[in-house]
């Protein structure tokens, strides 16, 4: 997006239309609510209205990028509500922001159109952030301690991890064990629990050390003010006597190039400063997309933790620690239950325990297994996996090293036919279809085929422990 041309006198002539803006502005900030309008919106200004184009300009070149992608088609929309001669809008930088003493900006008299004093009002500069102790413990969740985190085989590594950040941080020396911390994972697995957890540890253990805890969108936002109204130098400055800096999902800083540098330089001075940092994201550093290659580079020289997708154990674990904590007496037969079916993430775990405590505590009985899948049909559904007949066929052939052709051939040596059978078993098992259905995609079987092939792997399940190891092991490929 290039900037267009402009032409800017010092003083500006009072702009036509500047009326209708305070509408539309009024309107926008009613549908996308206070906050966003804060963040976002309330900076820019009108530049001018010329042969059906307005111009409007926004403080910063990320601000401008933000505005135009998420908020210029409504923008228009709203303003030719206003004013249909306005065919286009244009988003530029505001030329060059005189560097307001920050005395100005913060004495300004508070009106209802001053939109500078609205934003000084605001609480809290990051040290400001550093300093109120009740800042940082409202951004923090009490359940998300380390005594309520489940350590398993997928989060091991991270667990200690953190553990060591938030003791390192807390132990007089201050020793710091590897700079940054990097932790990503996918959605619900536990970053930003683990992220809190190291804030409480160290403010129970070190309350004098200071921690900040932000989202990288606060962050952004913090930045976005700095741009405003002081220098970025300022900006670095207010983190210097942080201890301890944690910036979570970074992914939404990545490819928002004015942020990503002065994140980049605030981490350096950090870092060199011996400052320890934790981040977050939902994925790896060099998977992160519209990163800088340095700011790649660096983000991975200290410790580089993922978690990966739960497994049965580490959800069962989960589901009995949250039922013990909420005195509940889940059968266990409903959280084998449970841990077999929901297995997208914790978050969704949670959920449907959540639920069912909801139904225990309002129907007064203790719930059964068909009571809980009723409850939970539809979170049930979008946790099924949807697995077709064909990577199912792929997946066997490749299990009993048959070619895949033998799936739909007519052999029946049963080297070929019993993996064929295999196959059709789990297609019974795994998919919804029919068995005339599957019996057409096996090479156009009857039904009665897949029947038959159905029960005799039931039948030899039963008592041959290595193909039900067999079937077992196929049966979490293909779900998971
Ligand atoms: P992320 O930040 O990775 O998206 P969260 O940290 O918000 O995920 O975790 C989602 C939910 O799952 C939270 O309620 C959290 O407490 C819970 N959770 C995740 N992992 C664990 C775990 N290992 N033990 C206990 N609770 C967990
Ligand atoms: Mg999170």
């Known amino acids: 997006m290039g900037e267009p041309a402009r032409s800017k006198g010092v003083d500006d002539v009072p702009t036509p239309g500047i009326g209708e803006w305070g509408r539309v502005l009024e309107r926008l900030k009613e549908e996308v609510g206070d906050t966003a309008y804060r963040s976002w919106l309330q900076s820019l200004r009108v530049e001018r209205i010329d042969a059906g184009e307005a111009v409007i300009t926004a403080p910063t070149r990320f601000l401008r ?38 005395e100005e900006a913060r004495v300004e008299k508070p009106g209802p159109s001053d939109t500078a004093s609205a934003i000084t009002a ?40 953190a553990r060591r950040v938030a003791e390192g941080c807390a132990s007089p020396v201050h ?7 990097f932790l990503y994972g996918g959605v619900g697995l536990g970053k930003t629990h683990l992220m809190h957890a190291i804030a409480w540890h160290v403010r129970m253990h070190a309350p004098a050390r200071k921690v900040i805890y932000l ?22 400055d207010q983190f210097r006597s942080v201890d301890l ?23 350096n001075a950090l870092v060199d400063q011996g400052r320890q940092i934790v981040i977050s994201a939902d994925k790896s550093p060099s998977d992160l997309a519209g990163l800088e290659e340095r ?16 497994t049965y154990e580490l959800r069962l674990g989960i589901l009995q620690s949250k039922a013990e ?51 939970l049909r539809d979170l049930l559904r979008a946790n099924e996996r949807r697995v077709t007949i064909d990577e199912i066929q792929k997946q066997v052939a490749e299990h009993f090293n048959v070619k895949m052709a033998e799936m739909t051939s007519s052999r029946r040596a049963r080297i070929v036919a019993r993996p064929r059978q295999v196959a059709m078993y789990l297609a019974k098992q795994l998919t919804s279809r029919s068995l005339p259905e599957i019996g057409r995609k096996f090479g156009g079987r009857d039904h009665t085929t897949v029947m038959h092939a159905v029960k005799r792997i039931e039948e030899l399940i039963a008592g041959d422990r290595a193909l039900a190891e067999d079937v077992e092991l196929l049966r979490r490929m293909l779900q998971s």
């Open 122 to 161: 605001e609480p809290a500069s990051l040290i400001e952030i550093a300093e109120d102790k009740g800042h940082l413990l409202a951004a923090l969740d009490p359940r998300f301690t380390f005594e309520n985190f489940i350590v398993g085989k997928p989060n091991e590594l991270a667990h200690a991890a």
């Open 215 to 236: 989202s990288a969108e606060k962050f952004m936002y913090q930045f976005i003010r700095a741009l405003r109204f002081r220098s970025t130098m300022d900006f670095k």
């Open 295 to 310: 700011m790649r580079s660096r983000l991975g020289w200290g410790l580089v933790a993922d978690i990966h997708p739960t």
């Open 245 to 267: 800096l944690m910036i979570d999902d970074v992914q939404f800083i990545s490819g928002k190039e004015s942020t990503q540098e002065e994140f980049f330089h605030t981490f």
């Open 175 to 181: 020793a710091v064990p590897f700079n940054p911390l």
């Open 65 to 102: 990028n933000w505005v135009a992608t998420h908020y210029a088609d409504r923008l228009l929309t709203l303003w030719r509500g206003e004013n249909p001669a306005i065919a286009r809008l244009s988003v530029i930088v505001e030329a060059h922001l005189p560097v307001r003493p920050r």
């Open 325 to 375: 904590q909420s005195d509940l007496h889940l059968p266990q037969k409903v959280m084998e239950f449970l841990a077999h079916k929901i297995v997208s993430n914790v978050r969704e775990l949670e959920g449907a325990l959540n639920r069912i405590i909801a139904q225990m505590q309002l129907i007064g009985r203790a719930i059964t297994l068909e009571s809980a899948q009723e409850l």
